[in-house]
């Protein structure tokens, strides 16, 4: 039965290849790690390695998690340093050893804590949050991350509640406006672009 | 014998590491890729994957190779939009999976093509090219990345010359500025940075 509010949704162009992707190197658990870049606030770039949780219900938008405290938060929230804003803020590069896939996917990257406006994706997060494992949750209320460490840091603090996020955890979300992918096992390699543009996606074979 | 244009050279204090997780890492043989984050004309970030091409000899500095016509070697050349440089233009992120360890380094990359000014680093360009696979040389002869691919695009060109390298031939030199260690591994995670200021290396622990 569908309501007046359900939207309709389609999976982006190259959510296919992707999830073959994840399924044909699901035998290394790292196939979930990626880079993500971001821009810091003096203008140069960072990169940093990130696990894939999946994506937002009924969204082409992936989800991530961070450290409040973290630089990349930081990162987001700044406002852009050029005068017109940039067309994204955020590109993943997803490598997968196995069958020797890249995805560079570009776009917007924004952070939900507790204070969102959104009430879906408040509990997005919060179902997130219940969903990792006991000891990624511990490490949200481990001491503040780049302090200097000394014998007194205490990374054995009581456990978080497992139903409630603490302050500390955010969901990211990216959403995806470009796609660069490329495989090295074509002869010769494939690369495909897909851009999104007047709410719809195109897809273009280019020269690798 | 030591000439007096011999210079003093010192191994970066985080090359011991790096070369230990190269060498527990070595049955991998994408241990050697990692991800090269740069920042766009419009202030966007852009990431890659790249392969590591060891040290420039008798430097830390690590190189890469790219083709002259791809976007990354546009934005290098590019002048900041910032009214100050930025410290670094460049943010590799080099995760191994094996030993669960991820190096962040960051700094300025710079691009050596046949009109460079140094002699040596055209010289070190050159003996870059005679030591990659032919399969890599001819990916240089290709037609121009990310056209528009057609029927009558060629990608079995004629094998380029083993020796010289032709004006596509790029090696890119990436001059560490701060490199931020992180081992999965420990309990809890070990977190090291490592900076360079002052003509010198610090080095400080710090919370994972």
């Known amino acids: 039965m569908t309501t007046p509010l359900e939207v309709t949704f389609e999976l982006a162009p190259w959510r296919s290849a992707l999830s073959r992707a994840l399924h ?19 203008g140069s770039p960072a990169n ?28 987001l929230h700044q406002e852009p340093q050029t005068p017109n804003r940039t067309p994204f803020n955020a590109e993943i590069c997803w490598y997968f050893t196995k069958t ?44 503040h991350p780049k302090d200097v460490r000394t014998k007194d840091s205490n990374f054995e603090p009581s456990a978080p509640d497992s139903q409630m996020p603490p302050a500390t955890f955010c969901m990211l979300l990216l959403t995806p406006l470009n ?8 002869e010769p390699q494939d690369r495909i672009i897909y851009s999104y543009q007047d709410a ?8 690798p």
């Open 100 to 143: 020797r896939e890249q995805f560079r996917i570009s776009g917007q990257l924004s952070s939900i804590d507790a204070s969102h406006s959104e009430v879906s994706l408040i509990a997005a997060r919060q179902h997130l949050w219940q969903r990792i494992s006991d000891s990624a949750r511990l490490q949200f209320a481990w001491p």
């Open 24 to 42: 044909r190197n699901r035998a290394q658990p790292f196939c979930r790690f990626l880079q993500l870049a971001t821009v810091r606030s003096d």
């Open 200 to 207: 719809d996606w195109t897809r273009q074979v280019v020269n």
């Open 179 to 186: 796609v660069d992918y490329l495989s090295l096992s074509g």
């Open 48 to 75: 940093r390695t990130v696990v894939f949780r999946g994506f937002l219900e009924s969204s082409n938008r992936l989800m991530f998690i961070s450290d409040r405290r973290s630089e990349k938060i930081d990162q």
